[in-house]
């Protein structure tokens, strides 16, 4: 290493982390991370090397490079600097945890920097056997009732703040009809993706069934709360409460039911985001792929939600049959790769598993 010019003054080392944890959710997965690391000392110049500390369970070390842990850059010369840190979990064993320590090497003081590194490979794939289809069935017949609340959300934003065009409205009003359109949908979006983020938590199956009992209380409630105001705000004898409030009555009426569909009604979407976030984390443990995982959650929401409109609501629309059939074949074919992917995996994994480096 070279001194700087002022032997008295030196660089200080900052870490953004003095440790670094990895979590394989894929078999075979590589992992990266980065780490900055700076110098507030000014005239001074802060150079550092990186080196792993040798572990007797890897093999020896040619030409400074690590068989399945890669630092970029390995050198620097800089006050500011973003490494890298790769790891290559296809040369380790799957289930195991791994501890090796990263030493930095720089001229300030002290000059040496050790970090801990850790290693979570993921489990071995496991073939789906028949509990996986009969628990695959039964999550989609009680998901086409239980998404119940989040189709009946969607027919009143969807029917109830459609204009009647038979009485040709104007430019301005289709223009607000679009504006509650979108706010009902951006609702639904927001409570999804909470829903959504509740379901990948570590306790997320937990919140699976309160959360459907929440979002039939969301709906009873939006309900309940629009017949009272139709009560206060209808004349008696009027033929259609619903249709005064979306359609022939007052502006504010109109804005009140709509602002209720959009905020109560919208949080029955919350347990359809639950539900997704639980099946992507249930799949990853029985060996999907995280992106696996995600398109198998979605296909069986989307599936149900297809197949739940159909029999429920009756809209017998052909882009609902559609996307019903599409999405059980998308379901199949998936299921169907992963079943020859793992096969794959496993028997080469056997394969090599006396090749591959213990921890």
Same mark, same amino acid.
């Given at each position: 290493?070279?001194?700087?010019?002022?032997?008295?003054?030196?660089?200080?080392?900052?870490?953004?982390?003095?440790?670094?944890?990895?979590?394989?959710?894929?078999?075979?997965?590589?992992?990266?991370?980065?780490?900055?690391?700076?110098?507030?000392?000014?005239?001074?110049?802060?150079?550092?090397?990186?080196?792993?500390?040798?572990?007797?369970?890897?093999?020896?070390?040619?030409?400074?490079?690590?068989?399945?842990?890669?630092?970029?850059?390995?050198?620097?010369?800089?006050?500011?600097?973003?490494?890298?840190?790769?790891?290559?979990?296809?040369?380790?064993?799957?289930?195991?945890?791994?501890?090796?320590?990263?030493?930095?090497?720089?001229?300030?003081?002290?000059?040496?920097?050790?970090?801990?590194?850790?290693?979570?490979?993921?489990?071995?794939?496991?073939?789906?056997?028949?509990?996986?289809?009969?628990?695959? +069935?039964?999550?989609?017949?009680?998901?086409?009732?239980?998404?119940?609340?989040?189709?009946?959300?969607?027919?009143?934003?969807?029917?109830?703040?459609?204009?009647?065009?038979?009485?040709?409205?104007?430019?301005?009003?289709?223009?607000?009809?679009?504006?509650?359109?979108?706010?009902?949908?951006?609702?639904?979006?927001?409570?999804?993706?909470?829903?959504?983020?509740?379901?990948?938590?570590?306790?997320?199956?937990?919140?699976?069934?309160?959360?459907?009992?929440?979002?039939?209380?969301?709906?009873?409630?939006?309900?309940?709360?629009?017949?009272?105001?139709?009560?206060?705000?209808?004349?008696?004898?009027?033929?259609?409460?619903?249709?005064?409030?979306?359609?022939? +009555?007052?502006?504010?009426?109109?804005?009140?039911?709509?602002?209720?569909?959009?905020?109560?009604?919208?949080?029955?979407?919350?347990?359809? +985001?639950?539900?997704?976030?639980?099946?992507?984390?249930?799949?990853?443990?029985?060996?999907?792929?995280?992106?696996?995982?995600?398109?198998?959650?979605?296909?069986?929401?989307?599936?149900?939600?297809?197949? +739940?409109?159909?029999?429920?609501?009756?809209?017998?629309?052909?882009?609902?049959?559609?996307?019903?059939?599409?999405?059980?074949?998308?379901?199949?074919?998936?299921?169907?790769?992963?079943?020859?992917?793992?096969?794959?995996?496993?028997?080469?994994?056997?394969?090599?598993?006396?090749?591959?480096?213990?921890?």
């Amino acid at each position: 290493m070279n001194q700087n010019s002022n032997s008295s003054v030196v660089p200080d080392v900052n870490l953004s982390q003095n440790q670094l944890d990895f979590q394989a959710q894929g078999f075979n997965q590589r992992l990266t991370q980065t780490l900055t690391i700076t110098n507030s000392v000014p005239k001074t110049l802060l150079q550092g090397k990186w080196n792993i500390i040798p572990h007797p369970s890897d093999p020896i070390i040619e030409d400074g490079k690590h068989p399945w842990i890669e630092i970029k850059p390995q050198r620097f010369q800089k006050n500011q600097v973003v490494c890298s840190i790769t790891v290559e979990t296809n040369l380790l064993k799957a289930n195991q945890v791994y501890e090796r320590q990263l030493n930095l090497k720089t001229n300030s003081n002290p000059q040496n920097y050790q970090i801990p590194l850790t290693v979570k490979t993921a489990l071995l794939p496991v073939l789906l056997g028949k509990k996986f289809y009969i628990l695959l +069935g039964i999550t989609f017949l009680i998901l086409i009732v239980a998404l119940t609340p989040a189709y009946t959300y969607l027919s009143f934003a969807t029917t109830f703040s459609t204009p009647q065009f038979r009485h040709h409205p104007g430019f301005s009003q289709i223009l607000v009809d679009l504006f509650w359109k979108g706010l009902s949908l951006l609702t639904a979006i927001i409570w999804l993706y909470l829903g959504i983020r509740i379901g990948l938590s570590r306790r997320g199956g937990l919140w699976v069934i309160p959360s459907a009992f929440l979002s039939y209380f969301l709906l009873i409630l939006m309900v309940q709360l629009i017949g009272m105001l139709s009560a206060i705000v209808i004349p008696s004898g009027s033929d259609s409460a619903l249709n005064f409030l979306f359609q022939d +009555g007052g502006k504010c009426g109109r804005i009140l039911s709509r602002m209720l569909i959009s905020v109560l009604g919208g949080g029955s979407v919350l347990n359809m +985001g639950v539900v997704w976030g639980w099946l992507t984390q249930r799949y990853q443990k029985i060996g999907f792929e995280p992106k696996e995982s995600n398109i198998l959650a979605f296909l069986i929401i989307l599936s149900s939600f297809s197949w +739940g409109v159909v029999f429920f609501i009756k809209w017998l629309l052909p882009v609902m049959i559609l996307t019903g059939i599409l999405s059980l074949v998308g379901i199949f074919k998936l299921i169907q790769t992963s079943v020859k992917k793992r096969q794959t995996v496993i028997q080469a994994y056997f394969n090599s598993e006396s090749q591959r480096i213990s921890e």
